[in-house]
């Protein structure tokens, strides 16, 4: 079976621009969460959705927005770049929310903003 | 600020030898968790401790959790190169939804033949 895919593995993008990542969580899996990891740190929780809604949001701008598709894939929006916002975005699936399991990492995408 | 903190935050050892690394975190905890991560790629999940587990073993993998301490520890046992990576500790903390992970800054550890 597939794991969680992301797209585009790289990205390069200039200050002030627009990006949009994608998601596909593992076959079954209802719920998509996003995760900011800048280098050297651990990475930073951004969303969370499940069954197409949003359920937890993490401390991060208004330019940072997602959406959960009727088949689970999930995109993930950053308007107006900053250069800090230069990071390893990684999704994660998991098969519920608000239950503990484990989540399932996808590769990332790795973002340079110039 | 990052819930968890590992300790310390690079171990270099050698083939056959175990290594052991700590996390602490500050608030209490639904389940803590482990995972791997190699050269900037996607986190690879090792093992989840609910709060009310003390130990619980995977392979080579051990981990415990003090919840009175607030601490976690991660053993592995019998290093293998392969190992080598950074190890990151992950607090379930949400009161309303599970799933929203806090990382801690990761140990990163080197394993030489």
């Known amino acids: 079976d597939a794991g969680v895919t992301q797209s585009p593995t790289h990205l390069i993008k200039t200050r002030g621009q627009q990006v949009t990542l994608r998601c596909s969580p593992i076959?079954?899996?209802?719920?998509v969460s996003w995760y900011q990891q800048v280098l050297g740190q651990g990475p930073q929780f951004i969303f969370q959705?499940?069954?197409?809604?949003?359920?937890g949001r993490g401390n991060f701008p208004d330019r940072f927005s997602a959406r959960q598709f009727p088949n689970y894939s999930s995109e993930l929006n950053v308007n107006a770049l900053l250069l800090g916002d230069s990071a390893l975005y990684l999704c994660?699936?998991?098969?519920?929310?608000?239950?503990?399991?484990?989540?399932?990492f996808g590769p990332g995408t790795r973002l340079l903003v110039l | 600020s990052q819930q968890g903190e590992e300790d310390p935050q690079a171990l270099s050892i050698q083939e056959g030898e175990n290594a052991t690394m700590n996390c602490s975190y500050k608030?209490?905890?639904?389940?803590l968790q482990w995972y791997r991560q190699n050269s900037g790629r996607g986190l690879v999940h090792l093992i989840l401790?609910?709060?009310?587990?003390r130990e619980k073993h995977s392979g080579r993998l051990r981990v415990t959790l003090d919840t009175s301490k607030k601490s976690s520890s991660l053993l592995i046992t019998a290093s293998r190169a392969a190992d080598t990576a950074s190890y990151f500790c992950?607090?379930?903390?949400?009161?309303?939804?599970?799933?929203?992970?806090?990382f801690g800054a990761g140990t990163q550890v080197v394993v030489t033949p």
């Open positions: 994660a699936s998991s098969l519920l929310a608000g239950f503990p399991e484990t989540q399932y």
């Open positions: 076959s079954g899996h209802k719920s």
């Open positions: 959705y499940y069954e197409k809604e949003e359920r």
């Open positions: 608030t209490s905890i639904n389940n």
């Open positions: 401790i609910r709060s009310n587990e």
């Open positions: 992950a607090t379930d903390v949400a009161t309303d939804s599970w799933g929203k992970l806090q």
